[in-house]
């Protein structure tokens, strides 16, 4: 009896969130978990770029873009490439990660920051998160140098596999920073070079400082589903000019400019972005700032309506930070109330999702090396992702 009228409650409650969410976006209809906004100068840069038959991997609408976006971050030198995994490989191989080496990230990430760190031959090395930034903990990376590391020739031996921990990869969770300066410092002194995986926070900044900056090289992602969009590509940050000439090199089947003549002069990659994707994201780029006021407002909607539910919080960003609040999320009591909420929102035509598994559960890295993952798992099991696209039409 006092079961069912439990159930009951949280049916009730669950169809207020729904009712809320459906208010928000002013529809009933399906509501996607983020959705593009094309209303700049998307058409018109697009037909510029086919009338002028640059479409491919030269073109106006690249160098524009790449100028536009390292003002925009604060840094020297952006390069423009396919996608974000390839601008994180890309990375990577700049930062000297090489195959035989480990590199430290988080296990609560998309499956493309552990990838990228395969793509060079690497292995990486899972570390818990912390619970008020969902990202890479300072603490977790400094106890795992403790008990596990030690220094030898200048190089971070694992101990328990004699390998070189040549670097590490934190990642901004839904765009909010992560303890980037900590992250930092400890990695400084056992001589692990940073480089943010910022795929998810361009917008967000730490102590005023854009995420993505804090390292020698940062990389950012335009997938369909991110803050602006090309369709598909990323960005390679930096300050250091010989790195940024590097990496366009490399990007760019590492030919050496000539009039006719094919000479290249290592191995390079195809990874470049076309001129197509970047005069949308010249577009898009524009009205950054647009994305980012309505995402806090929508933001702060939640965050009221929220905490008047006492078992689910919503996840504000964290102190000293400033979030792009890129996707949503709240929080359950327990695994059996969050899924409960999955199956029910998405029935009512209400997109929703939840984090992602952990990284070493998936087929490829289960043998990884991790530490106990407490709080990780424990955000696994209780976050989702709930509606967050731009409102602004
Ligand atoms: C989106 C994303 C990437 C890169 O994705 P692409 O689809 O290759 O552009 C990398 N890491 C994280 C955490 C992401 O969310």
Not at 295 to 323: H, M, Q, T, V
Not at 335 to 364: C, H, Y
Request: hydrophobic residues 40%; positive net charge; contains cysteine.
């Amino acid at each position: 009896m006092w079961k069912r009228v439990n159930i009951l409650m949280q049916r009730c409650k669950m169809q207020n969130i729904i009712d809320f969410i459906q208010a928000l976006y002013g529809k009933k209809e399906f509501i996607a978990l983020h959705e593009p906004r094309f209303i700049g100068n998307e058409k018109k840069y697009l037909n510029e770029c086919i009338d002028s038959t640059f479409v491919s991997s030269v073109g106006k609408f690249v160098d524009t873009f790449e100028r536009d976006f390292a003002k925009f971050v604060g840094c020297r030198y952006a390069i423009a490439t396919v996608n974000g995994t390839s601008a994180l490989h890309i990375a990577l191989l700049l930062s000297g990660v090489k195959s035989g080496d480990e590199v430290l990230t988080q296990a609560l990430s998309f499956v493309a920051t552990a990838n990228a760190i395969s793509y060079t031959g690497a292995k990486p090395l899972f570390l818990d998160v912390d619970l008020d930034t969902l990202g890479l903990s300072p603490h977790a990376i400094k106890k795992f140098f403790e008990t596990n590391c030690e220094i030898l020739h200048g190089e971070c031996i694992n101990k328990t596999t004699k390998k070189v921990i040549r670097a590490c990869v934190p990642m901004h969770t839904f765009g909010h920073p992560c303890k980037i300066d900590e992250i930092k410092t400890i990695c400084e002194l056992w001589h692990v070079e940073v480089l943010e995986d910022a795929a998810e926070s361009l917008g967000s900044f730490y102590k005023e400082k854009h995420t993505g900056t804090f390292g020698r090289l940062g990389a950012f992602s335009f997938n369909g589903n991110k803050i602006i969009t090309s369709g598909g590509g990323g960005v390679i940050v930096t300050d250091d000019e010989a790195l940024a000439k590097r990496a366009k090199h490399l990007t760019t089947t590492a030919k050496i400019p000539h009039a006719y003549e094919y000479v290249h002069d290592e191995l390079g990659y195809n990874y470049r972005m076309p001129n197509l994707n970047a005069a949308l994201l010249v577009a898009q780029l524009e009205q950054l700032r647009g994305f980012l006021e309505d995402k806090r407002a929508l933001a702060s909607e939640y965050e009221n309506f929220f905490s008047g539910l006492d078992d689910i919080s919503f996840i504000k960003e964290p102190k000293g930070a400033k979030s792009n609040y890129w996707l949503h999320a709240i929080m359950f009591k327990n695994k059996a109330q969050r899924d409960a909420f999955l199956e029910f929102s998405n029935a009512k035509g209400v997109m929703t999702r939840p984090i992602w598994k952990l990284l070493n559960s998936l087929e490829m890295y289960k043998n990884t090396q991790s530490d106990a993952l407490k709080n990780s798992k424990y955000l696994s099991a209780r976050l989702v992702n709930i509606p967050s696209s731009v409102r602004i039409s």
